[in-house]
C-alpha cells in the first residue's frame, strides 16, 4: 500500500503513519517575504508541525488559474510522513496559511498562500460517490462552489499540471484511488502546453 511508511521515526511506532500529500502555491507578498520566499518558509512550518521524512519538490513558476486571476503563483508540492489523521492535518495547513497572513476574499483570486491537502495514503473521503461529485462539476459550478467537509483526494488535482508537475516531483507513484492511474500517468494526460507552462525555478 502506497500509505506504508517506516515507523521507526515516528513519535509512537504503534501508530500508523500515512505518506500525506500537500501541494503549496503563492502569488502575493505575505508576512515571510516574496511569493518564492514564502512557499519556502511554509515548506519549513509544514515539516516542523506535520511529521516526519518531508520530501519537498523544487518550485515551480506557473500562470494564474484561472488564466488572468492574477500574478504567475510560485508552486512546489511536500510529500511528508505523518500520524495525524485528515481533519487536524488539515486544521494544520489552514494555520499555517494564517501565519503567513492569508486571507479568504476571493475564491480562486490572488494569495499570500494557499496549501492543499492532496492525499493522505489512499483514503476517500468523505466516500466515493461524494468524491465523484465533485470531480465531475463542471469548471463554472467549481468557481462559485467550495466543499463544506474535507474531500481526499482533492477532487480537482488530476486536472491541474501545476499541482501534477510538482507532486511527481515527490510522489511519482501514488495512485489515485478511484481514478487507478500514478501521479505521472495523469501529469502526462495533460494537454502538452499546460505541461509547458509550469516552468521550474
Not at 15 to 41: E, H, P, R
Not at 174 to 198: C, F, K, N, Y
Request: charged share 25%; proline share 7%.
Amino acid at each position: 500500500m502506497y500509505d506504508d511508511y517506516d515507523t521507526s521515526q515516528a513519535p509512537d511506532q504503534h501508530l500508523k503513519v500515512n505518506k500525506t500529500l500537500i501541494a503549496l502555491g503563492s502569488n502575493a507578498k505575505s508576512v515571510w517575504g516574496d511569493a518564492t520566499q514564502t512557499i519556502q518558509k511554509a515548506s519549513l512550518r509544514v515539516q516542523e508541525m506535520l511529521g516526519f521524512e518531508c520530501v519537498s519538490s523544487p518550485l515551480y513558476a506557473t500562470p494564474a488559474f484561472p488564466a488572468g486571476a492574477g500574478p504567475d503563483f510560485v508552486n512546489a508540492a511536500i510529500r511528508v510522513g505523518t500520524v495525524l489523521p485528515p481533519e487536524r492535518i488539515l486544521a494544520v495547513l489552514h494555520e499555517i496559511e494564517a501565519e503567513a497572513g492569508r486571507e479568504r476574499v476571493v475564491r480562486w483570486g490572488q494569495r499570500t498562500l494557499d496549501l492543499d491537502l492532496l492525499a493522505v495514503g489512499d483514503q476517500i473521503a468523505p466516500d466515493t460517490a461524494e468524491l465523484r461529485r465533485w470531480m465531475d462539476l463542471d469548471l463554472d459550478t467549481q468557481a462559485k462552489e467550495a466543499p463544506n467537509q474535507l474531500v481526499l483526494p482533492h477532487p480537482r488535482l488530476q486536472d491541474r499540471s501545476f499541482v501534477l508537475v510538482p507532486m511527481a516531483d515527490v510522489a511519482p507513484d501514488w495512485v489515485h484511488p478511484v481514478l487507478g492511474l500514478t501521479v505521472v500517468q495523469m501529469r502526462d494526460a495533460r494537454p502538452i502546453d499546460e505541461i509547458d507552462s509550469v516552468r521550474r525555478l
